[in-house]
T-cell receptor, first 111, second 109 residues
Framework: NAGVTQTPKFQVLKTGQSMTLQCAQD?????MSWYRQDPGMGLRLIHYSVGAGITDQGEVPNGYNVSRSTTEDFPLRLLSAAPSQTSVYFCASSRKGTAQYFGPGTRLTVL | GIQVEQSPPDLILQEGANSTLRCNFS?????LQWFHQNPWGQLINLFYIPSGTKQNGRLSATTVATERYSLLYISSSQTTDSGVYFC???????????FGSGTRLLVRP
């Protein structure tokens, strides 16, 4: 099992550019989620999904889109990057009633 | 909604010392977990502990769900234990984890 994988590990964008952060899991988990973590801060939930075709907003969804076409993949899209989106992004997955596992993170800088 | 509070917010230990980190929940919680975020930023699962006690090497955790708290014990601390420790829980029938603000631990050699 690879667990939860994220790509890329690092990314630098210019303001206004778009990009997609990739997340995949091979544990057949129905629940997947995206968090952002700013320096010295805790984790804030951006979007989550409880299964293929089902997504919902977390605490800080503005500026981000998600889709869930398969159980394995849950990409996060930044449509028009802003400096306020400079952060470390974590993807996570779990099955209901069990432990949640995190990916290694993507460090994003928006200039 | 539930609130998750961790204490202490910061802790400095000399290598070899023991410590106890506490996590309190404001409402009934299931699926309690403890995570360690190491200095490189990785979030590592320590314990999935809805109730009872578990041990893994020098670390152990106890959750008393009826009293809405969990404790993480670190014995014979090492410099590699440094980082931030988060607890997180879910309410019944919810997938979403609610995180505490963390305990920042520094273990000095």
């Amino acid at each position: 099992n690879a667990g939860v994988t994220q790509t890329p590990k690092f990314q630098v964008l210019k303001t206004g550019q778009s990009m997609t952060l990739q997340c995949a899991q091979d544990m057949n988990h129905e629940y997947m989620s995206w968090y952002r973590q700013d320096p010295g801060m805790g984790l804030r939930l951006i979007h989550y999904s409880v299964g293929a075709g089902i997504t919902d907003q977390g605490e800080v969804p503005n500026g981000y889109n998600v889709s869930r076409s398969t159980t394995e993949d849950f990409p996060l899209r930044l449509l028009s990057a802003a400096p306020s989106q400079t952060s470390v992004y974590f993807c996570a997955s779990s099955r209901k009633g069990t432990a949640q596992y995190f990916g290694p993170g993507t460090r994003l800088t928006v200039l | 909604g539930i609130q998750v509070e961790q204490s202490p917010p910061d802790l400095i230990l000399q290598e070899g010392a023991n410590s106890t980190l506490r996590c309190n929940f404001s409402d009934s919680v299931n699926n309690l977990q403890w995570f360690h975020q190491n200095p490189w930023g990785q979030l590592i699962n320590l314990f999935y502990i809805p109730s009872g006690t578990k041990q893994n090497g020098r670390l152990s955790a106890t959750t008393v769900a009826t009293e809405r708290y969990s404790l993480l014990y670190i014995s014979s601390s090492q410099t590699t234990d440094s980082g931030v420790y988060f607890c997180a829980g879910r309410m019944d029938s919810s997938y979403k984890l609610i995180f505490g603000s963390g305990t920042r631990l520094l273990v000095r050699p």
